[in-house]
C-alpha cells in the first residue's frame, strides 16, 4: 500500500498568511436582511412544509419560467434524462468564470467523456482503504487532541479538519497553508454552487480566490514536473503524469481539474456530518445506537445513520437543471406535465426523499433503507464525482465523535449551529 506523504510546496510560510473576512459577513443591513430571508425559507423546517403540499397538489409545479419537480419518480426521471434537462447553463458561467473548463459544467460530450475517464483514472476506486485509513487517523488525532479539555469545537478542528488532510495528502493540493487552502476551497465551493442570491461578496471572494489559486497552482505543477516528482502517488502527481501519453494535460489543465475536484470536498464533508450530528442530538434513542455501532466499529451502519439523520436534516434540498428541449416529465400519469426549451428546473430532492412512493414511511428514522437510494449527492450521470470518497470519510468522522462518551452539546449558543452563509462554521460539543 502506498504510503501518504503530504505534497508541500516548495517553500512554506513560517506561519498562516492572516485571512481576509468571510463574504458572508460583508456587506450592508439590506443585503444581511436578504440572506437571512433566503436561508430561513430555505430551511427544513420551511421546504418540507411547501414540498408536502406540493407532492399532493402540485407535484410538477410551473412558476413562470421555471417547474418546481417534487414527487420521488419526477425528481429522478429528470436527473437521469441529462440530455434533455442539462447542466452546462447552471453550472457553466460561474465554473468558467472562476476556474475553466471542468467536468461539473459539461453536458454529456466528447470533452466530458475524457476528462471524466481521466480524472477516474487519477482518482481511483481502489483508493478507499487508503482514504479510510486517512480519515480513520487524521480524526484519531482531532478528538485526541480535545480529550484533556472534554469539549471539541467539532467544525474546525475536526469535520472540516480530516477532509482538508485528505485534499492535502491524498489529492496533493496542500495550498500554502491549511487556513488559506480551507478559504480557497470555500470561496471558490460558494460562488460556483451555493450563491443563488448572486451575492456580489460572494462573487467578488471568488474572482480574488481564482486569481490566488491559479499563481500557486500554475508554479507548483510547474516545480513538480521539473523536479521529477509528477509520478508521486498522490491525484495531482497521477495528473501531471499523464502527459506525455496525453498532450491535452498541459498544467493548465492539471490545475482546472485539480481545483475542480477538490473544490467541494472539505465543506461537502463537513456540512454533511454537522447535519448528521446535529440531528442526532436531536433524537437520543438514535443518538444512542449510531453511538453503539461506532463502538462496535460497525461503520456501514454509522453511515446508515448518517444518511437517514440527514434525510431530516437536508444537506441539498434542491438540484437545478436547465431544460434543453421541449420535453414531457411523467409522461403516461395524471401528472404530465409538458416543459418548454429553456425552463429552469427546480428539483427537490429533499421532497422525493419524503415521498412515500420512493421512501416507504417517510416520516419514521428508518436505518434499513439502502444507502444508495438517497438523493443527498444527486443522481445520474452528474451524482456526486467524490460519492464513493463521502462515504468512506463521513462514517469514519462521525464514529470518532460518536466514541467519544456523554456527547452532547455545549451549553448556550455554543452548543447550536452557527453558520457562514450555507456552511457550518462552529459547533461546540461536550463529553464525559
Same mark, same amino acid.
Given at each position: 500500500?502506498?504510503?501518504?506523504?503530504?505534497?508541500?510546496?516548495?517553500?512554506?510560510?513560517?506561519?498562516?498568511?492572516?485571512?481576509?473576512?468571510?463574504?458572508?459577513?460583508?456587506?450592508?443591513?439590506?443585503?444581511?436582511?436578504?440572506?437571512?430571508?433566503?436561508?430561513?425559507?430555505?430551511?427544513?423546517?420551511?421546504?418540507?412544509?411547501?414540498?408536502?403540499?406540493?407532492?399532493?397538489?402540485?407535484?410538477?409545479?410551473?412558476?413562470?419560467?421555471?417547474?418546481?419537480?417534487?414527487?420521488?419518480?419526477?425528481?429522478?426521471?429528470?436527473?437521469?434524462?441529462?440530455?434533455?434537462?442539462?447542466?452546462?447553463?447552471?453550472?457553466?458561467?460561474?465554473?468558467?468564470?472562476?476556474?475553466?473548463?471542468?467536468?461539473?459544467?459539461?453536458?454529456?460530450?466528447?470533452?466530458?467523456?475524457?476528462?471524466?475517464?481521466?480524472?477516474?483514472?487519477?482518482?481511483?476506486?481502489?483508493?478507499?482503504?487508503?482514504?479510510?485509513?486517512?480519515?480513520?487517523?487524521?480524526?484519531?488525532?482531532?478528538?485526541?487532541?480535545?480529550?484533556?479539555?472534554?469539549?471539541?469545537?467539532?467544525?474546525?478542528?475536526?469535520?472540516?479538519?480530516?477532509?482538508?488532510?485528505?485534499?492535502?495528502?491524498?489529492?496533493?493540493?496542500?495550498?500554502?497553508?491549511?487556513?488559506?487552502?480551507?478559504?480557497?476551497?470555500?470561496?471558490?465551493?460558494?460562488?460556483?454552487?451555493?450563491?443563488?442570491?448572486?451575492?456580489?461578496?460572494?462573487?467578488?471572494?471568488?474572482?480574488?480566490? /481564482?486569481?490566488?489559486?491559479?499563481?500557486?497552482?500554475?508554479? $507548483?505543477?510547474?516545480?513538480? *514536473? #521539473? !523536479?521529477?516528482? =509528477? @509520478? +508521486?502517488?498522490?491525484?495531482?502527481?497521477?495528473?501531471?503524469?499523464?502527459?506525455?501519453?496525453?498532450?491535452?494535460?498541459?498544467?493548465?489543465?492539471?490545475?482546472?481539474?485539480?481545483?475542480?475536484?477538490?473544490?467541494?470536498?472539505?465543506?461537502?464533508?463537513?456540512?454533511?456530518?454537522?447535519? /448528521?450530528?446535529?440531528?442526532?442530538?436531536?433524537?437520543?434513542? $438514535?443518538?444512542?445506537?449510531? *453511538? #453503539? !455501532?461506532?463502538? =462496535? @466499529? +460497525?461503520?456501514?451502519?454509522?453511515?446508515?445513520?448518517?444518511?437517514?439523520?440527514?434525510?431530516?436534516?437536508?444537506?441539498?434540498?434542491?438540484?437545478?437543471?436547465?431544460?434543453?428541449?421541449?420535453?414531457?416529465?411523467?409522461?403516461?400519469?395524471?401528472?404530465?406535465?409538458?416543459?418548454?426549451?429553456?425552463?429552469?428546473?427546480?428539483?427537490?430532492?429533499?421532497?422525493?426523499?419524503?415521498?412515500?412512493?420512493?421512501?416507504?414511511?417517510?416520516?419514521?428514522?428508518?436505518?434499513?433503507?439502502?444507502?444508495?437510494?438517497?438523493?443527498?449527492?444527486?443522481?445520474?450521470?452528474?451524482?456526486?464525482?467524490?460519492?464513493?470518497?463521502?462515504?468512506?470519510?463521513?462514517?469514519?468522522?462521525?464514529?470518532?465523535?460518536?466514541?467519544?462518551?456523554?456527547?452532547?452539546?455545549?451549553?448556550?449558543?455554543?452548543?447550536?449551529?452557527?453558520?457562514?452563509?450555507?456552511?457550518?462554521?462552529?459547533?461546540?460539543?461536550?463529553?464525559?
Amino acid at each position: 500500500m502506498s504510503t501518504l506523504a503530504p505534497a508541500a510546496p516548495a517553500t512554506a510560510p513560517l506561519r498562516p498568511a492572516p485571512q481576509p473576512p468571510s463574504p458572508n459577513s460583508q456587506g450592508g443591513m439590506g443585503l444581511r436582511v436578504k440572506r437571512w430571508i433566503f436561508y430561513t425559507l430555505t430551511g427544513r423546517t420551511v421546504l418540507r412544509a411547501v414540498f408536502a403540499v406540493l407532492r399532493r397538489h402540485a407535484p410538477l409545479l410551473k412558476a413562470g419560467s421555471r417547474v418546481v419537480v417534487s414527487r420521488h419518480a419526477d425528481v429522478v426521471e429528470v436527473l437521469s434524462r441529462d440530455e434533455d434537462f442539462t447542466i452546462s447553463q447552471v453550472n457553466g458561467p460561474s465554473i468558467d468564470r472562476i476556474n475553466g473548463p471542468f467536468i461539473l459544467a459539461m453536458d454529456r460530450g466528447p470533452e466530458y467523456d475524457r476528462d471524466h475517464a481521466a480524472l477516474r483514472a487519477c482518482a481511483r476506486r481502489e483508493d478507499a482503504e487508503r482514504i479510510r485509513q486517512l480519515a480513520r487517523d487524521a480524526s484519531a488525532r482531532a478528538v485526541d487532541a480535545a480529550r484533556p479539555q472534554r469539549r471539541i469545537e467539532a467544525v474546525q478542528r475536526l469535520t472540516r479538519e480530516v477532509p482538508s488532510e485528505m485534499v492535502a495528502t491524498y489529492f496533493g493540493f496542500p495550498g500554502p497553508d491549511r487556513p488559506t487552502q480551507q478559504r480557497w476551497l470555500r470561496n471558490l465551493f460558494q460562488d460556483a454552487f451555493a450563491n443563488p442570491l448572486d451575492d456580489p461578496f460572494v462573487r467578488q471572494a471568488a474572482i480574488q480566490t /481564482a486569481a490566488e489559486v491559479k499563481a500557486w497552482a500554475l508554479p $507548483e505543477i510547474a516545480r513538480r *514536473r #521539473a !523536479a521529477g516528482t =509528477a @509520478g +508521486d502517488d498522490d491525484v495531482m502527481g497521477r495528473m501531471i503524469a499523464l502527459r506525455p501519453a496525453h498532450p491535452y494535460a498541459d498544467d493548465d489543465w492539471v490545475r482546472r481539474n485539480i481545483a475542480g475536484l477538490v473544490v467541494g470536498a472539505v465543506d461537502t464533508i463537513s456540512r454533511f456530518s454537522i447535519l /448528521a450530528v446535529d440531528e442526532l442530538l436531536r433524537r437520543p434513542r $438514535e443518538l444512542e445506537g449510531a *453511538r #453503539a !455501532a461506532a463502538l =462496535a @466499529g +460497525d461503520l456501514d451502519r454509522v453511515r446508515q445513520y448518517a444518511w437517514e439523520a440527514v434525510r431530516f436534516n437536508p444537506h441539498t434540498p434542491l438540484m437545478a437543471r436547465r431544460c434543453s428541449v421541449d420535453a414531457t416529465v411523467a409522461a403516461g400519469t395524471p401528472r404530465a406535465r409538458q416543459v418548454a426549451a429553456g425552463a429552469s428546473m427546480a428539483i427537490g430532492t429533499l421532497s422525493a426523499m419524503f415521498d412515500p412512493d420512493g421512501f416507504p414511511d417517510p416520516k419514521r428514522f428508518r436505518i434499513d433503507r439502502d444507502v444508495r437510494s438517497y438523493l443527498h449527492f444527486g443522481w445520474g450521470m452528474h451524482q456526486c464525482f467524490g460519492l464513493g470518497i463521502n462515504m468512506v470519510v463521513i462514517p469514519e468522522i462521525l464514529a470518532a465523535l460518536l466514541r467519544l462518551p456523554g456527547l452532547r452539546r455545549a451549553p448556550g449558543g455554543a452548543g447550536k449551529v452557527v453558520l457562514d452563509g450555507p456552511f457550518p462554521d462552529r459547533l461546540v460539543l461536550e463529553f464525559d
